[in-house]
């Protein structure tokens, strides 16, 4: 290690693992949450929803309601149609009930609610609220929705006169026809990503305060994008956009989930501006399960060209989403179906083609990306689930059909088959570096000799970069608004900082991360600095944390700024030392004359001169702002290993190891970087082996709460492995990529590779997540696909 690495560990800069320095308040009980805050005057809101999925509202009565001491407000959606409210926009240029006027279409939508003086009185009324319904057709599915003769479910959409919501397609569709007419070997499978849901620990919730002396709008809610939302609600609600201030607190969590625009936030507002007083939501974690943006449910049939030497010549994909009955996800308004097309960018494929078509269902609005890229994770499931297949279909070793397709490390930037840029990796460096610490070959000789005992040993690879950090302004916008993200720095005159940026943390530890990032280019101890998120009143304009974005964005941000001020800092440098700029010379938190090194600065010395002894002409002060515009997003690569063994007589699988490797660019904080892998890692296991919802053929959703929605503690979890590659982004400040979704991104095929390796001898080529023991057994005893 350099000294000047070295002395940058000692002041918390890049590479420091240093402690979070939000967890000082989180482990004390000290956090705050949007359900701390306590407001004088506060009134309570909770939402009736429906029990059925399908169903035409004959009539509502809230008398019995009103009559209730203590109720403050009644809401319906006739009501709210009279403010031109009972509808919204979705961040997918849909639109969305927030209150039912004609029909329910999921079972758990928002037909009414009531503003109380206590959360208990609010319940209690909603219960006495009578809805007369008539039970309609209900569809839980892509086939059921595509059917001829399929009840429509959007007949509130004056063209829509089908339940698709797009069709989609990307890719070349005659080069690839090409590619497989050359084919030696067409490789198939047919997969079900099913529905899951985020699952923050923090359910959602608000708490609107409307003041009509001042006509501002302060809003307290869970949202991971507080501008867009100030966006939205000026837009939707008219109102001026100065005078709506949303702040998001301490989250407890979002994965995605956090995103999307809800009902309850509407109408709390909308309750508010009518009451003149704050109104309080916070939504039950049923409510959180079955309402609020769900994930993934994605069918795929995929395609491989082979040439016998194992050449991959081209893809073909197909997916029907089911989006449930409101198109409401955040993603690029370029891309139907998110970033799916960025699958197989780690492999040098000449052709690709892609059509997806998404529809609308009886269930709760879904598609939202969940620990992800805009579908990323779903693209990469497929893809190296196809991958093992084709490998398998070859009769080749996986690791070797991998290594044999994968992009050279000098051939980038690379054109991905469907026409991304990636920029940079090592990947079969990686894939080496994780079958040496799983001992590859060891494996599987002791895999064969296990045979010989009767007992199942499987080994899963996945191999993938992801593009992480939407985006560049040239391709990604959410409803317009381009996808840059910003930061803002202001130096005190003693030297100490403080940060302010576009992202919104959720628990990623932005708060010590990014003060690292300022530590790294000022020398300024990241101790001296304060981070601050998530009020739109003091943060510069930005586009929010989700798709891992944070760090190749408003990260860069930080950097970009933090250049800037040290810019201006040169100059009072130049003035305290009395020589010109261009004599001067920067090491970590001091300038120095370069014919004197001895003779210099402290970037403190400069901070102070800033307030107190500027030079004549220089305006005072030592702060700035970055707005940065990515020219391409990160590409992060990552190998994951697991070797399971399967017990043949019960289907019950256990992790035997799991090795990660995994390349994210230069790392801020290896600690920080580590707790997001083991993190994601755990959701990918719990994908794969427990976490899935179903709904019944009405429509009811089986999996709205933990008894039925499993999640894998410590207990269940596997121990994870870790190890890095370092292959730095040529075009970000730092040379970071994103880390945050990598190991969720990735790791379920790795899960599933390895059962289905364990069990390769019956010829069964697919169980759809997630692999829980009775369906292992039925693939193992009746030997054929389980969906
Ligand atoms: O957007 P989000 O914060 O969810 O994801 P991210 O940008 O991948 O960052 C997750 C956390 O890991 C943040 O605290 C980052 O600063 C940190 N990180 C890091 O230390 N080094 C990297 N190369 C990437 C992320």
Redesign the pocket.
Known sequence: MTTQARDEIKIGGLGASRKRVEDNRFIRGKGNYVDDIVLPGMLHMEILRSPLAHARIVSIDTSKAWAIPGVRLVLTGEMMATRNLAWMPTLSYDTQAVLATDKVRFQGQEVACVIADDPYIAKDACEAIVVEYEALPVIVNPTQALADGAPLIRDDKENQHDNVVFDWEVGDRDGTERAFAQADLVSKLELHYPRSHPSPMECCGSIADFDRSTSKLTVYMTTQAPHIIRAAVALVAELPEHMIRIVSPDLGGGFGNKVPVYPGYVMSILASILLERPVKWIEDKTGNLISTGFARDIYLKGELALRKDGKILGVRMHTDSDHGAFFSDAQPSKFKIGLMHSAFSCYDIPSAHLTARGVYTNKAPGGVAYRCSFRVTEAMYFQERMVQAAADDLGMDQAEFRRRNFVRDDDFPHRTPFGFLTDSGQYGKCLQVGLEAIGYEDFLKQKEEAKSRGRLLGIGISTMTEP?GAGNSREYDILGIKMFDSAELRVHMTGKAILRTG?K?QG???E???AQIVAHELGIPADDIVVEEGDTDTAPFGMG??A?????VA?AAVAMVSRKVRAKARKLAAHLLEVSEEDIEWELGRFYVRSSPETGVSIQDCAYAAYSNMPDGMEPGLENVAYYDPPNLTWPFACYIATVEVDPQTGVWDVLRFVAVDD??????PM??EG?IMGGLTEAYAMASMQFITFDAQGNCIGSNYMDYLLPTAWETPGWELHEVVTPCPHHPIG??????CATVGGPAAFVNAVLDAIKDTGVRNIDMPLLPDRVYEAITQRHDVS
């Open positions: 992480l992202a943390t990623q530890g932005h010590t991360t990014w944390t989700y891992s974005r944070s760090t190749p990260g994210c660019g230069v790392r801020i904080n920080v970087v997001q970071a990529k994103g880390i945050g979704e």
